[in-house]
C-alpha cells in the first residue's frame, strides 16, 4: 500500500523560512522520481519541483532559486527546503510520484499547509 505522509508546513512572516518533508512507504522509494505540488486556494494545482532516482532537480519558474529539493533513500523522505517565502507561497504543498502498477499510476499525500503573512 502505497503511502506519502508529509509535515513541516505552517505559519510564517514573508521572508520566513520552512523545511517540508514527505515520508513514501510501499514503494521502491530509491527507484522513483518524485515531485511536490502545491495548490492555493481557487487555483490549479501546479507543480513546485520535481526529484529524479539519480538526484537530478527541476523547478517551476516561480521558485527563482528560493527552494531546494532534496532527497534520502536510507529513509525513503523527499525534502522541500523553501526560503525567501512570499504571500503568493500560501498554499497546501503536497508530495506525488507515479509509479507502474503496471499501468502508470499517480499518488498523492494529503499535503501540509503552509501560511505567509505580510
Known amino acids: 500500500q502505497v503511502q506519502l505522509v508529509e509535515s513541516g508546513g505552517g505559519s510564517v512572516q514573508a521572508g520566513g523560512s520552512l523545511r517540508l518533508s514527505c515520508v513514501a512507504s510501499?514503494?521502491?522509494?530509491?527507484?522513483?522520481?518524485m515531485d511536490w505540488y502545491r495548490q492555493a486556494p481557487g487555483k490549479q494545482r501546479e507543480l513546485v519541483a520535481t526529484i529524479t532516482n539519480t538526484g537530478s532537480t527541476n523547478y517551476a519558474d516561480f521558485v527563482n532559486g528560493r527552494f531546494t529539493i532534496s532527497r534520502d533513500n536510507a529513509e525513503n523522505t523527499v525534502y522541500l527546503q523553501m526560503n525567501r517565502l512570499n504571500p503568493e507561497d500560501t498554499a497546501v504543498y503536497c508530495c506525488?510520484?507515479?509509479?507502474?502498477?503496471?499501468?502508470?499510476?499517480?499518488?498523492w499525500g494529503l499535503g501540509t499547509q503552509v501560511t505567509v503573512s505580510l
Open positions: 506525488h510520484v507515479r509509479l507502474r502498477m503496471p499501468l502508470y499510476r499517480d499518488y
Open positions: 510501499g514503494f521502491i522509494f530509491s527507484t522513483r522520481a
